[in-house]
């Protein structure tokens, strides 16, 4: 992939029926570094026009079939030239021809005879002018489709939040329901279909998370190469590759990459998505090639989230199918904006849960595409020396138990108190609950408890953060759990470090409510 900060000098269409100019003009530009194409009249470059798409066009005023003015009026015409410099060269110095010119749309005029240097140094000068402004284009563009992100995730975001709290029973309930059932009861496998449906369910209510930047909850030292081996043997891909049985994977995982600090279901995912987006680029059958490197940025590469220099993960996956337009290219991560089948081949939030996910992780993401000539993601994951730790092993549920201790539960939803109500007292816990912060420090003035589990997110009144700051007024050693239909957020980091070494997500499962509340009953 080439450096961000390469620029070429720019390309020049001569347009001149003396062929002794052409060679003139061309010889200087070419001998300054420009790349130099040329046309022998008006009529020869507008045909050539769409195929060359030059920065800059040099053109001739007096010319057979058609003259530089008409050449000119026609090149503004034409659909994508309107803003391509032209620079006029013409033996006719008088006022009215200089109007002519300008009228027509030529953005300069240079007389002959040619001054070569003169014409160079003009040309030059264009050329900076349009690498500025296209600069200034594309950095408008970015800010608009990065205030047009933050704008959907916010709206995804609270949409989540509500759908969390809705799953909660559906997850909730049938985990509860299936501990209490003998393991032949009929009951158990339309109970375990309701459960696995809720858990489909809260993996989009996952991505939405990820689209709102409220998605990356775990950052853990971890090993791009373990991430890729490992969705490459999982079910889904055994899925995705029944779906295309001709597509062939090919890796090339480099032995001396750096680890990254991430989440590793968040970059699975981000892997998970390209990987299917390319078979289904290749509905006949391709290649995918999925490569892993070491890449230092020696300099900023600027941008409306400019990347720092320094020391980086790349994810390279590339595939050689249908492509993908430049019409396309501009939207292929806003949510919802897919050319897949709703419902069969996705729901439209893949690529803006990979768009989600870099940015999360402060990483960058390009991405070089031809229609009918296969596109390359290239995905850079700040780097860390730090060393992965080995992964911890499932805890069987009787370590997690509890021992009649005073749970308060502390949530504006009926709803959310029961379910979590049902599941301190399956871990054979004492659960109490009030709907509100206000009732919550009421209640601890007379009374105590072992640990509290705080919802963060409460309206109307005081939320989590506001709630634990007016208990430790009071309570200052006071065990207390953080929950959340969100993942992680800078309110939910201010109660932890308050004192609140715990946080769990909505939907609750048995396991995560019990290990959470052994670690902070034992810290």
Not at 15 to 29: C, H, K, Q, Y
Not at 138 to 160: F, R
Not at 176 to 182: A, D, F, N, R, V
Not at 398 to 405: A, I, P
């Amino acid at each position: 992939m080439k450096d961000k900060t390469e620029q070429l000098s720019g390309h020049v269409l001569i347009v001149d029926d003396d062929e002794i100019m052409r060679d003139a003009a061309g010889g200087s530009l070419i001998a300054a570094g420009f790349k130099v194409s040329v046309a022998e009249n008006g009529v020869r470059a507008m045909e050539a026009l769409e195929d060359l798409r030059p920065d800059i066009i040099l053109l001739d005023v007096m010319m057979p079939e058609m003259n530089g003015f008409d050449t000119t009026r026609a090149i503004r015409q034409k659909a994508g030239f309107a803003g391509v410099p032209i620079l006029i060269m013409t033996a006719l110095d008088d006022l009215d021809s200089i109007n002519r010119a300008f009228e027509v749309g030529a953005t300069d005029f240079i007389t002959k005879p040619i001054n070569w240097v003169i014409l160079v140094e003009r040309i030059r000068f264009m050329t900076r002018a349009v690498q500025m402004m296209n600069a200034q284009q594309q950095l408008q563009k970015e800010l608009v489709q990065a205030q047009k992100m933050e704008a959907l995730g916010t709206l995804a975001g609270g949409v989540a939040h509500d759908l969390n709290n809705v799953l909660s029973a559906i997850i909730s309930y049938p985990e509860l329901l299936l501990c209490k059932l003998e393991s032949d009861n009929p009951l158990r496998k339309p109970i375990l279909t309701i459960q696995q449906a809720g858990q489909r369910a809260a993996e989009i209510v996952q991505d939405l998370l990820t689209l709102a930047r409220r998605g990356v909850s775990v950052k853990k030292v971890t090993h791009v190469n373990d991430i890729v081996s490992e969705y490459l043997n999982s079910p889904e891909h055994e899925k995705l590759v029944s779906y295309h049985p001709h597509i062939s994977i090919e890796t090339d995982l480099s032995s001396d990459l750096l680890n990254v600090t991430g989440s590793p279901i968040h970059i699975r995912k981000t892997i998970m998505n390209l990987i299917s987006n390319a078979a289904e680029a290749q509905p006949d059958g391709g290649q995918i090639s999925i490569s892993t490197y070491n890449h230092k940025f020696s300099q900023p590469q600027m941008g409306v989230k400019p990347i720092r220099e320094g020391e980086f993960v790349a994810l390279e996956i590339q595939d050689k199918g249908c492509g993908i337009s430049k019409a396309d290219l501009n939207r292929i991560y806003e949510p919802f904006y897919t050319k897949k089948v709703m419902g069969r081949s996705g729901t439209g939030l893949g690529m803006a849960v990979v768009w989600g996910t870099v940015q999360d992780h402060r990483g960058y993401i390009d991405v070089i595409s031809q229609p009918d000539a296969g596109t390359t993601f290239y995905i850079y994951f700040p780097a860390t020396r730090e060393i992965a730790e080995p992964a911890q092993e499932s805890v069987a549920a009787s370590e997690y138990m509890g021992d009649g201790q005073v749970i308060l539960i502390v949530d504006d939803i009926a709803e959310q108190r029961e379910i979590a109500a049902n599941i301190l007292e399956m871990l054979n816990y004492k659960p109490v609950s009030v709907e509100s912060g206000e009732k919550a420090i009421a209640f601890l003035k007379t009374e105590s408890v072992d640990l509290i589990l705080l919802d963060m997110i409460m309206d109307p009144g005081l939320d989590g953060l506001e709630t634990f700051k007016k208990i430790i007024g009071f309570k200052p050693n006071q065990k207390t759990i953080i929950a959340s239909g969100y993942t992680k957020t800078v309110r939910v980091d201010k109660v932890i470090r308050l004192g609140a070494s715990q946080f769990i997500k909505k939907p609750y499962t048995i396991e995560t409510v019990g290990l959470a509340i052994r670690n902070e009953l034992q810290r």
